[in-house]
């Protein structure tokens, strides 16, 4: 599975971690920045990493910054991404589950270092689940198609 990461100077710490414990579980990381503590705009990193995904550079994206509210804003910007701000396992799981959810946002100041390990790993365990809810991602989808 081949996994993107980014983050702006308020996630790089997590981003870190999150890379050596992907990489560790075998999988190929790729690392869309920031690559210091310099002050740097979440948009930008955001929208690169969602672009990736897009254009199936990588499988999933992984989105950190403070909060997790910022990139996943951003994220969501870039046309056929669904990115799920999570803090918890249960709704990382749901993400991909019912939403089908191709990357998900952490914030470095909201949630601890192991759970957001084990964030990660249930988002990237699930599986979609289809049906009705692909349905309704549709719709979701359908509603960016409309001009306003
Ligand atoms: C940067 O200070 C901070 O605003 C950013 O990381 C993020 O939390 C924004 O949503």
Same mark, same amino acid.
């Given at each position: 599975?081949?996994?993107?990461?980014?983050?702006?100077?308020?996630?790089?710490?997590?981003?870190?971690?999150?890379?050596?414990?992907?990489?560790?579980? $075998?999988?190929?990381?790729?690392?869309?920045?920031?690559?210091?503590?310099?002050?740097?705009?979440?948009?930008?990193?955001?929208?690169?990493?969602?672009?990736?995904?897009?254009?199936?550079?990588?499988?999933?994206?992984?989105?950190?910054?403070?909060?997790?509210?910022?990139?996943?804003?951003?994220?969501?910007?870039?046309?056929?991404?669904?990115?799920?701000?999570?803090?918890?396992?249960?709704?990382?799981?749901?993400?991909?589950?019912?939403?089908?959810?191709?990357?998900?946002?952490?914030?470095?100041?909201?949630? $601890?270092?192991?759970?957001?390990?084990?964030?990660?790993?249930?988002?990237?365990?699930?599986?979609?689940?289809?049906?009705?809810?692909?349905?309704?991602?549709?719709?979701?989808?359908?509603?960016?198609?409309?001009?306003?």
């Amino acid at each position: 599975m081949k996994i993107g990461v980014s983050s702006d100077h308020g996630g790089i710490n997590l981003k870190e971690k999150i890379k050596l414990h992907l990489q560790a579980r $075998g999988m190929e990381v790729t690392d869309f920045g920031t690559n210091s503590l310099d002050s740097v705009d979440y948009p930008d990193y955001g929208k690169i990493l969602a672009e990736a995904v897009i254009s199936k550079e990588v499988d999933y994206g992984i989105a950190i910054c403070g909060t997790g509210i910022g990139i996943s804003l951003a994220a969501n910007k870039v046309k056929g991404i669904r990115c799920a701000n999570v803090s918890d396992t249960f709704s990382a799981r749901m993400a991909k589950m019912h939403n089908n959810c191709q990357m998900i946002a952490l914030g470095e100041r909201t949630v $601890g270092p192991g759970l957001a390990m084990d964030i990660v790993d249930a988002f990237l365990n699930a599986e979609f689940e289809g049906g009705r809810h692909g349905m309704r991602v549709s719709k979701i989808m359908e509603i960016e198609k409309e001009e306003i």
